[in-house]
């Protein structure tokens, strides 16, 4: 990845970040209900690019109002965007003032576009041989990188040089305008050249050079050989004007009259009153309480804008018996009590009980020290007295408990000998089920966003980094306060939140009966872990590192020297110098290419090419999966235990970290060799249990069309029988590329996929792909009546629902921009699936979970949740008859009018069990 040199001068596309924010979600509003997401997203970006860089000079550059030297060119120009949003008009002063408050300069000049001021500030500091960073999103300001001036787009965190334009484009810098002016655009409503996209495009100019090049060789085109070559030369000739025009229109202008010189984007000290001032009026508690924490403002000003930043606590260190006793008295009369642990590190397999606290009723909380380094008897509790009068309140499944993450905690307490039941709420699972998306579900951001609170920072008592001290060495005047105050918060929340939830009785039954009882479940599936063969590992990356040595001298012979295939320049010797392989590509700097693109291309007809691609594969793979899985394991149990996460996505499907198991790649031969290495016990193996085709099963019973209902239940392939129906064929007669075509269409509709998108997907014209898709509408009119009924009710609503009543809010619903409105559309008619297939998931391991706790540990554990699919480990001669009860369990897990078909097998590895 190309490197950003030091310091330097950052000049922001302000228009850039302006529209990328407005459209990206959380789309919020203030109490007033005034617009706020903008601002949000904007100054949000704005805060992270100055804390990854601290740069000395920073320009952020807007639009200005009115038209632009383009539009008096060419009157068409831009004249098909729609006006500006209300909604946004009115976040942009705001945005303004806050940048300005912040320290950070700001212009914007009539009569050009913010990319003309960028393209020339960029020039004179290139030119000063001065470092640049651009930061925005537009594909246009590739054309302005050089040695001095790289891109950075801050949503994916891609830094372009000239070597990554090419990578990314296939074309240099140099080329870029020509690139943009010969496909036109659309948005911009620049005309190009009528039936030339991107891969024509790219076709021409990595061909035959520039657009002026193009013109002196129009005789050469047709010899290029990409789709509609033969006639292109006279397209050329046709529409000479429209692409000169278009070309000038796609270049930024570099020489804008700018009265500030590259000195006077100093960044300033940041205002830290008018900033109070201006996140009080958006309501961003987060940074308005990180402000107040060093505000010299006047205490009424600041009482007013903190918004119940202070709360009235009463907080008790525990340090004697008579104290224990007593919290133990209040802990067995109270209906409910917070718990929270304190503990040395966040992986549960690794951390040390430091302490616990406790609260009864708001404002009354109790730490409880337990193994603080520091502490000693009497001054602590002994660990052994404290457990044996505080350890059946926390076995009791009466006992009732709310926490903030319990399966955290449960984990933590079960790996001290310690067990916790009657876990009867948990904040985090509220939130999330109140409203997936409405806030991120963190203790922190949850008492900012209901209780107007600014919790103790972690940081805060344990210092920052490398010098962090881990809780069992925080001295306990920092440490109670900080503890205490989680339990008593997680009340306050609780007692708020749940109300909200009681309101609707269907999110109480989604927190009542999948997302609580899924708490234990996960907590016992993540300690237990699944064994993973560190031998095989390891013996793969021997093997790997060997075929990477025989390639290498494969290589080194072809060429007829050693050199080092990682090495640009040396490849480039050898390939192209010394070889006379063909040139395909230039870097901006004129060297040949050795992209991957380049290299795909040249290996059909060269084997050193090739020889490249698997030394560059075989590398990545070792580096990213044989060498490092190995390191993932617990050196206790040599089992790798991942961390799943039941409130982080929106639809409710769970994800997991650590490693995470989703991604381990099943479509090709390395992830299958990966899986190779998840491995069964001795005497036992393992056993993996899928549903199949469930999204669309899901979409036959919600749609209650009859050609899928009949599909399903006579047994029939789907694909198949879709392919059947939209080519108009017998069953029997459908080929294996008529079965592609429809699968592509069956899981497009499910992710609302569009004509365009499935004939990029398959490779064929649109009106092809949209007489596929109408043809099957017509065959299948549930479908399309579902997908009405949706977008309707989404829309009156605000949100769908999961066959459970599991709800998913979608904001932009009803938004005025017809693209969020569209993107929210589809999320509506794919949520409910995707939703539902979540909520059957957790369902079916809620009721094997049930059902194991009647078998023997030693005979079966449940070890992964991945997608749709159950992972075991199973003592070998139990294996056919677990596998038929779980497979019964897991088609009960839900009542479809279609079979909910469950697919087991089993091997000595994951591998050969999927």
């Given at each position: 990845m190309a490197q950003v040199p030091e310091n330097p001068l950052i000049l922001v596309d302000g228009s850039s970040y302006l529209f990328r924010a407005y459209h990206a979600p959380p789309h919020l509003t203030n109490s007033k209900g005034e617009a706020t997401g903008a601002i949000y997203g904007v100054i949000n970006m704005l805060k992270s690019l100055v804390k990854q860089y601290s740069p000395s000079h920073m320009v952020v550059i807007f639009d200005a109002k009115g038209p632009t030297f383009r539009n008096e060119m060419y009157s068409e120009y831009k004249a098909n965007r729609p006006p500006m949003p209300d909604d946004l008009r009115t976040q942009i002063e705001p945005i303004h003032n806050i940048i300005r408050a912040m320290g950070l300069p700001l212009i914007s000049i009539p009569g050009v576009e913010a990319d003309d001021v960028i393209g020339t500030l960029a020039k004179q500091a290139s030119e000063q041989k001065r470092h640049v960073l651009i930061s925005t999103g537009d594909k246009d300001m590739a054309q302005l990188v050089d040695d001095h001036v790289t891109l950075i787009n801050t949503m994916t965190n891609t830094i372009l040089d000239p070597e990554g334009v090419v990578e990314k484009f296939g074309i240099g810098p140099e080329l870029i305008i020509d690139f943009l002016a010969l496909m036109g655009d659309k948005v911009d409503n620049i005309p190009g050249v009528p039936g030339v996209g991107e891969k024509t495009a790219l076709a021409m100019l990595q061909g035959l050079g520039s657009i002026d090049s193009l013109y002196n060789n129009l005789d050469k085109i047709a010899e290029l050989g990409f789709r509609g070559s033969k006639t292109m030369s006279k397209k050329l000739e046709d529409n000479k004007e429209q692409l000169l025009l278009?070309?000038?229109?796609?270049?930024?202008?570099?020489?804008?009259?700018?009265?500030?010189?590259?000195?006077?984007?100093?960044?300033?000290?940041?205002?830290?009153?008018e900033l109070i001032k201006l996140y009080g009026e958006c309501e961003f508690k987060r940074w308005l309480s990180e402000l107040l924490d060093g505000n010299t403002a006047p205490a009424a000003e600041v009482e007013a804008v903190a918004q119940a930043k202070k709360i009235d606590a009463t907080y008790e260190t525990i340090l004697t018996e008579a104290q224990l006793d007593s919290w133990i008295s209040k802990l067995e009369k109270a209906e409910l009590f917070a718990f929270d642990t304190e503990t040395t590190s966040l992986d549960y397999m690794q951390a040390d009980l430091v302490g616990m606290s406790f609260a009864v009723t708001e404002g009354e909380a109790a730490y409880l020290p337990l193994k603080h380094d520091y502490l000693g008897a009497p001054v602590q509790l002994d660990f052994d007295l404290v457990f044996n009068k505080l350890g059946p309140i926390l076995a009791d499944h009466n006992k009732a408990k709310v926490g903030q993450n319990l399966k955290y905690d449960k984990s933590v307490l079960a790996r001290a000998g310690i067990e916790l039941n009657g876990i009867r709420f948990d904040t985090m699972l509220e939130s999330y089920v109140l409203n997936s998306v409405g806030t991120r579900h963190d203790m922190d951001s949850l008492a900012l966003k209901y209780l107007g609170h600014k919790n103790i920072s972690f940081e805060e008592i344990a210092g920052k980094g490398k010098a962090q001290l881990t809780f069992n060495q925080i001295e306990l005047e920092k440490a109670a306060p900080y503890a205490a105050e989680d339990a008593d918060i997680t009340l306050r929340l609780h007692n708020t939140l749940w109300p909200m939830l009681e309101k609707e009785s269907d999110l109480v039954k989604v927190f009542n009966t999948i997302e609580l009882p899924l708490v234990s479940v996960l907590s016992n599936i993540e300690r237990t872990g699944v064994h993973i063969d560190s031998q095989m590992l390891a013996e793969q990356s021997v093997e790997i590192a060997a075929r990477l040595e025989e390639l290498e001298k494969e290589a080194y012979e072809i060429a007829g020297e050693e050199f080092n295939l990682s090495s640009t320049k040396q490849l480039q010797g050898i390939l192209f110098e010394k070889l006379g392989l063909p040139v395909l590509k230039k870097t901006p700097k004129g060297a040949p290419s050795t992209a991957e693109e380049v290299l795909q291309e040249l290996a059909h007809d060269y084997p050193l090419p090739k020889l490249i691609i698997e030394h560059r594969g075989?590398?990545?793979?070792?580096?990213?999966?044989?060498?490092?899985?190995?390191?993932?394991?617990?050196?206790?149990?040599?089992?790798?235990h991942t961390s799943y996460h039941q409130a982080v996505t929106a639809t409710g499907r769970l994800s997991s970290s650590d490693p995470n198991l989703q991604n381990i790649p099943i479509r090709n031969e390395a992830g299958r060799r990966i899986r190779q290495a998840f491995v069964a016990a001795p005497g036992k193996l393992i056993m993996a249990a899928d549903y199949s085709q469930i999204e669309l099963r899901i979409m036959a019973h919600l749609s209650q069309d009859k050609g899928l209902l009949s599909a399903f239940a006579e047994g029939k392939d789907v694909h198949s029988a879709t392919a059947a129906e939209v080519f108009g064929v017998p069953l029997e007669t459908v080929t294996s590329d008529m079965r592609r075509k429809a699968k592509a269409v069956n899981f497009g509709?499910?992710?609302?996929?569009?004509?365009?998108?499935?004939?990029?997907?398959?490779?064929?014209?649109?009106?092809?792909?949209?007489?596929?898709?109408?043809?099957?509408f017509e065959r299948f009119p549930g479908v399309l009546e579902y997908m009405e009924r949706t977008r309707e009710d989404a829309a009156e609503k605000g949100y769908v629902s999961t066959l459970f009543g599991r709800r998913l809010y979608l904001p932009d619903i009803n938004a005025r921009n017809g693209a969020r409105r569209k993107a929210a559309e589809r999320a509506a008619i794919n949520a409910p699936m995707q939703g539902t297939a979540a909520d059957i998931i957790k369902r079916a391991m809620i009721n094997v979970s049930g059902w194991l706790k009647t078998q023997s540990s030693d005979d079966i554990e449940m070890i992964m949740q991945v997608h749709d699919e159950l992972v075991f480990e199973i003592k070998a001669e139990k294996v056919s008859e677990f596998s038929e009860k779980i497979c019964a369990l897991m088609s009960e897990a839900a009542e479809l009018d279609v079979p909910l078909l469950v697919e087991?097998?089993?091997?000595?590895?994951?591998?050969?069990?999927?």
């Amino acid at each position: 990845m190309a490197q950003v040199p030091e310091n330097p001068l950052i000049l922001v596309d302000g228009s850039s970040y302006l529209f990328r924010a407005y459209h990206a979600p959380p789309h919020l509003t203030n109490s007033k209900g005034e617009a706020t997401g903008a601002i949000y997203g904007v100054i949000n970006m704005l805060k992270s690019l100055v804390k990854q860089y601290s740069p000395s000079h920073m320009v952020v550059i807007f639009d200005a109002k009115g038209p632009t030297f383009r539009n008096e060119m060419y009157s068409e120009y831009k004249a098909n965007r729609p006006p500006m949003p209300d909604d946004l008009r009115t976040q942009i002063e705001p945005i303004h003032n806050i940048i300005r408050a912040m320290g950070l300069p700001l212009i914007s000049i009539p009569g050009v576009e913010a990319d003309d001021v960028i393209g020339t500030l960029a020039k004179q500091a290139s030119e000063q041989k001065r470092h640049v960073l651009i930061s925005t999103g537009d594909k246009d300001m590739a054309q302005l990188v050089d040695d001095h001036v790289t891109l950075i787009n801050t949503m994916t965190n891609t830094i372009l040089d000239p070597e990554g334009v090419v990578e990314k484009f296939g074309i240099g810098p140099e080329l870029i305008i020509d690139f943009l002016a010969l496909m036109g655009d659309k948005v911009d409503n620049i005309p190009g050249v009528p039936g030339v996209g991107e891969k024509t495009a790219l076709a021409m100019l990595q061909g035959l050079g520039s657009i002026d090049s193009l013109y002196n060789n129009l005789d050469k085109i047709a010899e290029l050989g990409f789709r509609g070559s033969k006639t292109m030369s006279k397209k050329l000739e046709d529409n000479k004007e429209q692409l000169l025009l278009s070309y000038e229109l796609a270049t930024i202008k570099l020489d804008v009259e700018v009265e500030q010189d590259l000195e006077s984007f100093q960044v300033a000290e940041a205002n830290t009153d008018e900033l109070i001032k201006l996140y009080g009026e958006c309501e961003f508690k987060r940074w308005l309480s990180e402000l107040l924490d060093g505000n010299t403002a006047p205490a009424a000003e600041v009482e007013a804008v903190a918004q119940a930043k202070k709360i009235d606590a009463t907080y008790e260190t525990i340090l004697t018996e008579a104290q224990l006793d007593s919290w133990i008295s209040k802990l067995e009369k109270a209906e409910l009590f917070a718990f929270d642990t304190e503990t040395t590190s966040l992986d549960y397999m690794q951390a040390d009980l430091v302490g616990m606290s406790f609260a009864v009723t708001e404002g009354e909380a109790a730490y409880l020290p337990l193994k603080h380094d520091y502490l000693g008897a009497p001054v602590q509790l002994d660990f052994d007295l404290v457990f044996n009068k505080l350890g059946p309140i926390l076995a009791d499944h009466n006992k009732a408990k709310v926490g903030q993450n319990l399966k955290y905690d449960k984990s933590v307490l079960a790996r001290a000998g310690i067990e916790l039941n009657g876990i009867r709420f948990d904040t985090m699972l509220e939130s999330y089920v109140l409203n997936s998306v409405g806030t991120r579900h963190d203790m922190d951001s949850l008492a900012l966003k209901y209780l107007g609170h600014k919790n103790i920072s972690f940081e805060e008592i344990a210092g920052k980094g490398k010098a962090q001290l881990t809780f069992n060495q925080i001295e306990l005047e920092k440490a109670a306060p900080y503890a205490a105050e989680d339990a008593d918060i997680t009340l306050r929340l609780h007692n708020t939140l749940w109300p909200m939830l009681e309101k609707e009785s269907d999110l109480v039954k989604v927190f009542n009966t999948i997302e609580l009882p899924l708490v234990s479940v996960l907590s016992n599936i993540e300690r237990t872990g699944v064994h993973i063969d560190s031998q095989m590992l390891a013996e793969q990356s021997v093997e790997i590192a060997a075929r990477l040595e025989e390639l290498e001298k494969e290589a080194y012979e072809i060429a007829g020297e050693e050199f080092n295939l990682s090495s640009t320049k040396q490849l480039q010797g050898i390939l192209f110098e010394k070889l006379g392989l063909p040139v395909l590509k230039k870097t901006p700097k004129g060297a040949p290419s050795t992209a991957e693109e380049v290299l795909q291309e040249l290996a059909h007809d060269y084997p050193l090419p090739k020889l490249i691609i698997e030394h560059r594969g075989l590398a990545k793979l070792k580096s990213t999966y044989t060498d490092k899985l190995p390191k993932m394991v617990d050196e206790l149990t040599q089992r790798v235990h991942t961390s799943y996460h039941q409130a982080v996505t929106a639809t409710g499907r769970l994800s997991s970290s650590d490693p995470n198991l989703q991604n381990i790649p099943i479509r090709n031969e390395a992830g299958r060799r990966i899986r190779q290495a998840f491995v069964a016990a001795p005497g036992k193996l393992i056993m993996a249990a899928d549903y199949s085709q469930i999204e669309l099963r899901i979409m036959a019973h919600l749609s209650q069309d009859k050609g899928l209902l009949s599909a399903f239940a006579e047994g029939k392939d789907v694909h198949s029988a879709t392919a059947a129906e939209v080519f108009g064929v017998p069953l029997e007669t459908v080929t294996s590329d008529m079965r592609r075509k429809a699968k592509a269409v069956n899981f497009g509709l499910i992710y609302g996929m569009s004509a365009f998108g499935l004939s990029r997907q398959l490779d064929i014209p649109r009106n092809e792909a949209q007489h596929y898709m109408d043809t099957y509408f017509e065959r299948f009119p549930g479908v399309l009546e579902y997908m009405e009924r949706t977008r309707e009710d989404a829309a009156e609503k605000g949100y769908v629902s999961t066959l459970f009543g599991r709800r998913l809010y979608l904001p932009d619903i009803n938004a005025r921009n017809g693209a969020r409105r569209k993107a929210a559309e589809r999320a509506a008619i794919n949520a409910p699936m995707q939703g539902t297939a979540a909520d059957i998931i957790k369902r079916a391991m809620i009721n094997v979970s049930g059902w194991l706790k009647t078998q023997s540990s030693d005979d079966i554990e449940m070890i992964m949740q991945v997608h749709d699919e159950l992972v075991f480990e199973i003592k070998a001669e139990k294996v056919s008859e677990f596998s038929e009860k779980i497979c019964a369990l897991m088609s009960e897990a839900a009542e479809l009018d279609v079979p909910l078909l469950v697919e087991a097998d089993s091997g000595d590895n994951w591998e050969q069990a999927h």
